[in-house]
């Protein structure tokens, strides 16, 4: 297998030229088909190689070549295939896959269909390598290429401004976030004098717990983390993303992007574990996150938008489970996420074909018998985030709360809070969707139809992940055998013998599942009564809200709190720069340099007038003053 694993992300990347070359001039059956086989093929050596370390236990490690050799410093271009990329493999091949196939139904009226192919299948290499790689250098290569691509894609219809202004948006907000991931690479090397994992993390196991220079480290990666998985204060990009196509967004917010940074400190665990200091910003901030997306995902009234902060939302569970050392739970819920996540947004997408483009939920209702497949589906999705066992996310958001519990009763407090409004938010966007009556227009409801198979194929698919996912994580309490547990502990080793196993009584488990499923149950109940019993219909934009729901409504106006302290100050600082520095100072000293010059040119020019006793006239006046220069002298 190990001769082979190149070709995971080389297949992708294969596809990407070959569509983007072909765009103009290939079928879209030969386009849509090329593009999602070479992600198929991608998953069939990704099976491969999960097999194989399951198998042996042991990773695989290939080098390609010798990459960069300056001195003391040996960066070889070469791949780690371990338990935990493995899994990430599956997820990026295994939803890109579908997410691909969808695609082919989804965008087969666009005239970008070509581009938009060799898009998807660049985005899918750039993952690959990021999770790949053996070092943090490529992973930043890999890193740097989703924030590309995640440009190219959300700014795809470009020639709506405000879908171009959403990706330049993403595309410098994550710059905010790679600086700090980039400073952090610089320390790494000069610190452990190596950037592949095997030494960095060998060496780093053997350091203090708390070294600043630890800290530092992993305070400049969570920074980095924060960028790329949509956390305070750099998640604002993330909502704005669905300016894309769906399928983009279920990719960004399933597959790819947003599980960079979780993929990318559960990798760096050993640095994590021993910086305290870090790990409580990280849990702080989660669960911050947590109830701040979750909040706004309240009254938000596009399906896709709720969808968005509820990724937000859910990220911010992640980084709670990492900040408190669960680093399983954490992991966990990046692999139920993305089936329950892809799902989602797949059936919104679903949703939105079949009322021409609607986005609205004000003006859908009633789908549930028109769209049988996509509703039923959906529903499963909503069961699964909402944490209502036995579905996915039941099993892995409690995990996270039942260590934040242990941890501090405090983060488990305000964790479950966000389980409660989650619950809340998604069967409102189930309620408004699919009961009720229609109430959006006349021919709207005549055109209403299920989608082709290319795309409800994918969601029974996502569907029955989202349903059986969590079962590879079921809690010893529950009579199950944790086995994504015992599949980490390789990776996660050095960390556990710093922090010892965690051990939670029974009878302790079985109440904190109790909390966290009775409060979901209440604000599905209360979401029932609320929009089916008394058809509450959100109001329109036009008419007035009560203030809590308008600052939810408008997001809390962070975006107008961005502008006014950073990007208005900036923007007067850029016009000082360039006309008082720019076109005064430096424009007025260079071209006062050349205009003196040519001023002196032309007075010297007068002089030459072709009058022969004017010429004769000057030359007696020069006679005469180097006469009188001569006598001064002297």
């Known amino acids: 297998m190990d001769k082979y694993i190149w070709l995971i992300p080389l297949l992708p990347l294969a596809g990407f030229v070959i569509n983007g070359l072909g765009r103009n001039t290939l079928s879209k059956s030969i386009i849509g088909g090329l ?30 070549f010798d990459w960069i050799k300056v001195g003391n410093l ?9 338990q935990l990329s493995s899994i990430m493999l599956l997820i990026i091949t295994g939803i890109g896959f579908l997410i691909h196939l969808y695609s082919i139904g989804y965008m087969s009226h666009d005239a970008g269909f070509g581009k938009f192919f060799a898009y998807l299948n660049l985005f899918v290499f750039f993952m690959l390598l ?25 700014g795809f219809w470009y020639s709506n401004p405000s879908y171009a202004d959403a990706a330049k948006k993403a595309f410098v907000m994550n710059r905010i976030g790679d600086l700090g991931f980039l400073i952090a690479v610089f320390i790494i090397l000069n610190t452990f004098g190596s950037i592949t994992y095997a030494d960095v993390f060998s060496k780093a196991a053997t350091m203090r717990s708390g070294d600043t220079t630890l800290v530092l480290i992993t305070l400049l990666l969570f920074v980095g983390a924060t960028g790329k998985s949509a956390q305070i204060p750099l998640f604002t990009w993330l909502p704005d993303a669905m300016a894309g196509p769906t399928p983009v967004s279920a990719l960004i917010h399933a597959a790819t992007m947003v599980t960079a940074g979780i993929y990318m400190i559960a990798r760096s665990n050993i640095l994590f ?18 109830l701040l997306a979750a909040l706004i995902a309240l009254t938000q009234n596009d ?45 919104a997408g679903s949703v939105i074909h079949a009322v021409s483009g609607e986005q609205d939920m004000r003006n859908m209702g009633g789908l549930k018998g028109k769209l049988t497949i996509t509703f039923t589906t959906m529903l499963i999705g909503t069961l699964a985030i909402s944490g209502i066992p036995p579905f996915a996310g039941f099993f892995s958001k409690d995990e996270i709360l039942a260590e934040a519990y242990m941890h501090s009763p405090l983060l488990y407090i ?21 009961w009720g009556s229609f109430r959006g227009t006349h021919e709207q409801e005549h055109h209403l139809h299920e989608s082709p198979p290319s795309m409800t194929i994918p969601l029974i698919v996502l569907a029955i992940l989202s349903t059986v996912g969590g079962f590879m994580g079921v809690p010893h309490a529950l009579g199950g055998h944790h086995w994504l547990d015992h599949w980490l502990e390789p990776v996660l080793s050095a960390s556990a013998t710093h922090t010892g196993k965690l051990f939670i009584a029974p009878n302790t488990e079985y109440m904190l599942m109790a909390i966290s499923v009775g409060v979901a149950v209440l604000a599905l109940i209360y979401a029932f009564v609320k929009y089916v ?21 408008n997001k809390f106006y962070i975006d107008e709190l961005y502008d006014a302290i950073i990007r208005k100050p900036l923007d007067a ?28 040119g032309r007075g010297l020019r007068l002089l030459q007038t072709g009058n022969v006793g004017f010429y004769l006239f000057m030359m007696v006046i020069g006679i005469i003053a180097v006469l009188i220069y001569s006598l001064i002298k002297i």
């Open 414 to 434: 305000l964790g479950v809070l966000g389980a409660m409004l989650t619950s809340f938010y998604m069967f409102r966007l189930m309620f408004l969707t699919f």
């Open 573 to 600: 600082l850029s016009v000082f720069f360039y006309k008082v520095v720019d076109k005064l100072g430096i424009d007025g000293i260079v071209n006062g340099l050349g205009q003196g010059p040519i001023e002196a």
């Open 35 to 64: 593009a999602s086989l070479m992600v198929l093929l991608s998953f069939a050596l990704s099976v491969g190689a999960f097999l194989q370390i399951k198998s042996t236990g042991v990773p695989i490690n290939v080098t390609l």
């Open 130 to 154: 990021l999770v790949m790689g053996s070092n943090y250098i490529i992973m930043f290569i890999g890193w740097e290429g989703v924030g590309l691509c995640s440009y190219l894609l959300i």
């Open 533 to 553: 019993k008394q058809a509450d219909i959100p109001v329109p934009d036009s008419q007035e809200r009560p203030a809590l729901v308008k600052l939810s409504y």
């Open 303 to 347: 399906i896709k938008k709720v969808l968005a902060y509820s990724t937000v939302s859910q990220l911010g569970y992640m980084f709670l489970g990492l900040g408190v050392g669960a680093y399983t739970g954490a992991f966990f819920h990046v692999l139920t996420h993305a089936f329950f996540k892809a799902l989602l947004f797949l059936g």
């Open 74 to 82: 040996h960066v070889p271009f070469s791949f780690l295939i371990d």
């Open 273 to 290: 574990t021993l910086a305290l200091a870090t790990q409580t910003v990280i849990a702080i901030i989660g669960v911050a996150t947590i």
